[in-house]
C-alpha cells in the first residue's frame, strides 16, 4: 500500500507543479477517466497530455490538494478515494469533489469523479 500511495502523492504534487510529462509518468498508457457526466470521459496517456495542458494554460496557478477517506485492496490494485480541493488563485476557482483512483504498483489505471 505504501507504494501506491506514494505514487497519489506524486502525482498530485505533479498537478500542483503544473508538471505535465512527470502527470504522465503516473498514468498508465490506457488510463480511464470517468466523471459523473459520461460526455466528458476520457482515457489514455495522449489525452491526458491534452486535458492537463489546456488545463494548466487556463488555470497557471492550480493547486490540488486530498485526504483518504477508504482504501483497499482489490485483484492487482488499491482502490483509494480520497476528497480533493482543486484550485486556482490566478482566476479564484475553487472545487471540491470526492474522487477513486484505482493504483497498481506502478501507475494509476482508473480515476473516477464522483
Not at 40 to 48: E, I, L, P, V
Not at 79 to 101: G, H, I, L, W
Request: with cysteine; net charge positive; glycine share 4%.
Amino acid at each position: 500500500m505504501k507504494k501506491e500511495l506514494s505514487i497519489l502523492q506524486a502525482y498530485y504534487n505533479a498537478m500542483s507543479s503544473q508538471d505535465l510529462e512527470k502527470i504522465v509518468s503516473f498514468l498508465s498508457n490506457d488510463v480511464r477517466v470517468c466523471f459523473p457526466e459520461e460526455d466528458r470521459n476520457w482515457c489514455g496517456s495522449g489525452a491526458a497530455r491534452e486535458k492537463f495542458g489546456g488545463m494548466f494554460k487556463k488555470r497557471p496557478t492550480f493547486q490540488a490538494s486530498y485526504s483518504i477517506l477508504t482504501q483497499k485492496r482489490i485483484k492487482g490494485y488499491l482502490e483509494v478515494k480520497v476528497a480533493c480541493k482543486f484550485s486556482c488563485e490566478q482566476t479564484n476557482m475553487s472545487s471540491n469533489r470526492d474522487m477513486v483512483y484505482h493504483i497498481t504498483e506502478n501507475t494509476i489505471v482508473y480515476i473516477a469523479h464522483l
